[in-house]
């Protein structure tokens, strides 16, 4: 509830007109999709201790749709369950991988806009701190992931100074979609101390409360 009161007090400083009913914005840029990383069969990093990615990733997009709701936004999710989405899940995994891919990237070329969330590994423990990827296909995304990483620093990160990056064809939906869309990969599951806040959910709260915040930034400008 605290976290819906706080959404609602930044839409009306960001000169939204009511959060119970769209802006004229809002409506005219269309459905956000929102993008929970992994899923089903597939889960993600793993961390050393069990932590796994896609857990994560759901819990934090979830929390992102609500507040993104309670401001009027439309909203849809490529899972809000622990599922893929892979047509045939007796296909080899490779195939089901495939498969899971095209038709995240056909909701994403259907949506108006993307926020993709996802967790980050590395072999060093010391990494720590969201890092922003957007889609060099649309200049929008840039702006959009420049919006959110100041808002994520701003709020909650402070010594946060990752720099943003351009998708390569190694983050295949963002490299692929036509739809301005950012990742957000919210912290390293490799780095212990990283890895407890991320497992929490006031945490958890936080970083899609500064997501929402970046985002209703962005929208601002159209």
């Known amino acids: 509830m605290r976290w819906i009161c706080i959404c609602l007090v930044v839409c009306l400083l960001l000169n939204t007109v009511s959060c119970a009913k769209p802006s004229d914005a809002s409506v005219q840029m269309g459905v956000v999709l929102i993008d929970p990383g992994h899923g089903g069969f597939d889960g993600g990093t793993v961390a050393e201790e069990g932590t796994v990615e896609k857990h994560l990733n759901l819990a934090v997009s979830l929390f992102l749709r609500d507040m993104l709701f309670v401001c009027g936004i439309p909203v849809q999710m490529t899972r809000d369950t622990d599922v893929g989405l892979e047509d045939d899940p ?24 993307v926020i993709s ?35 994520i620093v701003g709020w909650i990160q402070p010594d946060n100074s990752r720099e943003l990056k351009e998708a390569t064809d190694g983050i295949y939906l963002l490299y ?3 739809t301005p869309a950012v990742l957000v990969e ?3 599951l490799s780095n212990p101390v990283e890895r407890n806040k991320l497992k929490t959910p006031a945490y958890q709260q936080q970083l899609a409360f500064a997501v929402m915040a970046g985002f209703w930034k962005y929208q601002s400008r159209l």
């Open 176 to 178: 692929h979609t036509d």
């Open 90 to 113: 007796s296909v080899p995994i490779r195939s089901r991988k495939v498969s899971d891919m095209r038709r995240r990237l056909a909701m994403y070329n259907e949506a108006s806009l």
């Open 117 to 151: 969330i996802h967790q980050n590994h590395f072999s060093a423990e010391k990494y720590h701190g969201t890092q922003m990827f957007y889609s060099a296909k649309h200049p929008e995304s840039a702006v959009l992931a420049e919006e959110i990483r100041g808002s």
């Open 186 to 188: 919210c912290g390293f």
